[in-house]
């Protein structure tokens, strides 16, 4: 930014496009000091903001907007071009940023009947902690698109929350996810549409969003939460509290993107969050929210309450911020009530009160 690392002056507005060779993508990564004049929690960067977008205009795919002063991750584009704007007001000024350009060190957009492609570093080494790559591949129109992986091996972790692979038909809400050596559900993919996303991520040790959490209480929120969060995202929170209490999950923020159907009954097939009543995806779903339809309150039926963010690889919002808590439960009055016939009715009454007033 202009001035960096002295403040950037007022009501500027600066435009840079970065362009890479046919076949490759772009990589920003940020570095030293990063300090724009954020917005409040609930707002995406009103007023002094960097923003990113996948292509040469002002009407591409908006990657991301960037203000506050967190350090943002790293970005790519799909294709050769990446379009960065930086406007200002007339009100603070701040240090602003400063973004090394690079031609990305793995995935981009791929055009023709056949190819390869192939993790960092294989088949000689390791991949690197903290890669991600996105490969987008188009064949010829008309035809169906088969990808098969012949060697596949990344670190295992349940629900695949550390490295993974996943595939996006785009023209298909399906995915398929799969890590350690086995791809879900089986090692050979047709698209008949003829376009696929095929996305790589590795995390050191933990992912970068997500996690196993013991604590009474606590917040969770989307990645980059309150600027948009990134696509391709697969985010679990396992919330356990001690046996004999309840988790209380609050949504207290949401700004997914908008669309029909966005409930218990119908499947979100793009950005969402998924509240489940246990420690798996497996358990039930006690709720799936998009938009910015907040349910409030929800009670876990036990000690355990999964949540799991999703989001696609097309529109990006705010996304979303969370409370939780531990209260009692009556489940286990029920089972002495059934077991103990001789407890009496006053008893009964006593405990009630006691336990949920």
């Not at 954020?38 to 591409?60: F, H, I, K, N």
Request: contains cysteine.
């Amino acid at each position: 930014s202009p001035n960096y690392p002295d403040n950037y002056p007022q009501n500027i507005d600066c435009v840079w496009v970065v362009t890479v060779p046919n076949g490759e993508a772009v990589q920003l990564d940020f570095e030293g000091d990063f300090f724009i004049e954020p917005s409040s929690r609930y707002a995406d960067c009103l007023y002094d903001y960097l923003e990113l977008r996948d292509g040469a205009t002002s009407d591409a795919t908006l990657i991301a907007r960037l203000c506050g002063q967190e350090r943002p991750s790293t970005h790519k584009s799909t294709g050769t071009t990446m379009y960065l704007r930086f406007r200002t007001d007339n009100s603070f000024a701040h240090k602003g940023f400063k973004v090394k350009y690079s031609i990305a060190t793995c995935g981009g957009r791929y055009f023709g009947q056949s190819g390869v492609l192939h993790s960092p570093g294989f088949p000689d080494a390791n991949y690197p902690d903290n890669s991600e790559c996105e490969w987008y591949l188009q064949g010829p129109t008309g035809h169906y698109l088969t990808i098969s992986f012949t060697s596949f091996h990344l670190q295992d972790s349940e629900d695949c929350t550390s490295d993974y692979c996943c595939l996006l038909p785009l023209d298909s809400d399906s995915l398929d996810v799969g890590c350690g050596r086995t791809v879900r559900p089986h090692g050979s993919f047709m698209n008949q549409g003829g376009s696929l996303s095929t996305v790589f991520t590795s995390w050191h040790y933990t992912s970068q969003c997500g996690g196993d959490l013991n604590a009474a209480s606590g917040t969770i929120s989307s990645p980059n939460y309150p600027n948009l969060y990134p696509h391709y995202r697969f985010c679990t929170w396992r919330i356990t509290v001690p046996v004999g209490r309840r988790v209380t999950l609050t949504i207290i923020d949401l700004r997914l993107e908008q669309h029909v159907g966005c409930n218990l009954d119908s499947v979100c097939n793009f950005d969402s969050v998924t509240i489940m009543n246990g420690a798996s995806t497996s358990s039930p779903v006690l709720g799936r929210y998009c938009g910015t339809n907040s349910p409030g309150t929800v009670h876990s039926g036990s000690n355990k309450l999964l949540v799991v963010f999703i989001s696609d690889h097309s529109v990006v919002k705010g996304g979303f911020y969370a409370t939780w808590s531990t209260d009692s439960t009556g489940e286990f009055l029920f089972w002495s009530l059934k077991c103990r016939t001789s407890l009496s009715l006053s008893l009964f009454i006593y405990i009630y009160i006691y336990i949920y007033l």
